[in-house]
């Protein structure tokens, strides 16, 4: 994980140096839609619960991003970084992503800050096809009789076949005159 995105932050680095190239604002995108994504990836496996080793190795992962994102000098503290940029610290969002699968997807009470998470309190998620797609037999599910004319519409391509129907929809609308007086009348 660290080898991935230390070399996604120096690719990073040779399109958007911290004084040209990129601005904050599309460095702090870049950041938060594909490294921060990459983080939390698995972390059901591996960060629960988070060592503090694993801790450390994580903010020094986010503080490079954060040094390039707010050109700041690198003798500035990570949780500096952190709050001035209001981005949550990495091993922060990989404990709540951990809870989060463990929970939700694998039903398996969780601990966090002293919070139990236990699965029966949450509704469960929306259950996939339980047959597979091979199996879906199309000509059970289609009906195969005939729709009476009278229930069907008469729309066709954006307009009604019946022209006296459309006047009045355009009457109702207030489009077949140009002007509108102010008493009402037209």
Same mark, same amino acid.
């Given at each position: +994980?660290?080898?991935?995105?230390?070399?996604?932050?120096? *690719?990073?680095?040779?399109?958007?140096?911290?004084?040209?190239?990129?601005? *904050?604002?599309? /460095?702090?995108?870049?950041?938060?839609?594909?490294?921060?994504? +990459? =983080?939390?990836?698995?972390?059901?496996?591996?960060?629960?619960?988070?060592?503090?080793?694993?801790?450390?190795?994580?903010?020094?992962?986010?503080?490079?991003?954060?040094?390039?994102?707010?050109?700041?000098?690198?003798?500035?503290?990570?949780?500096?970084?952190?709050?001035? !940029?209001?981005?949550?610290?990495?091993?922060?969002?990989?404990?709540? !992503?951990?809870?989060?699968?463990?929970?939700?997807?694998?039903?398996?009470?969780?601990?966090?800050?002293?919070?139990?998470?236990?699965?029966?309190?949450? !509704?469960?998620?929306? =259950?996939?096809? *339980?047959?597979?797609?091979?199996?879906?037999?199309? !000509?059970?599910?289609?009906?195969?009789?005939? =729709?009476?004319?009278?229930?069907?519409?008469?729309?066709?391509?954006?307009?009604?076949?019946?022209?006296?129907?459309? /006047?009045?929809?355009?009457?109702?609308?207030? /489009? /077949?005159?140009?002007?509108?007086? +102010?008493?009402?009348?037209?």
């Amino acid at each position: +994980m660290k080898t991935k995105l230390t070399h996604l932050h120096q *690719k990073i680095t040779r399109i958007a140096g911290t004084n040209w190239g990129l601005n *904050k604002d599309l /460095r702090r995108r870049l950041y938060k839609t594909v490294a921060e994504r +990459m =983080i939390p990836h698995g972390a059901a496996a591996w960060a629960y619960p988070l060592s503090a080793r694993q801790s450390r190795l994580l903010n020094s992962i986010q503080r490079k991003f954060l040094l390039n994102i707010t050109g700041a000098y690198s003798t500035t503290p990570t949780a500096a970084l952190q709050v001035i !940029e209001g981005i949550i610290p990495l091993h922060i969002k990989a404990e709540q !992503e951990a809870v989060y699968v463990r929970t939700a997807r694998l039903r398996k009470t969780s601990n966090y800050n002293n919070i139990n998470f236990n699965p029966n309190n949450y !509704e469960d998620g929306t =259950i996939s096809t *339980k047959f597979h797609p091979a199996i879906f037999q199309l !000509e059970d599910r289609i009906s195969k009789k005939a =729709i009476p004319s009278s229930t069907r519409s008469q729309y066709l391509h954006g307009r009604f076949k019946d022209r006296r129907q459309n /006047r009045q929809r355009l009457l109702c609308h207030g /489009r /077949r005159h140009n002007k509108i007086r +102010m008493d009402g009348a037209t």
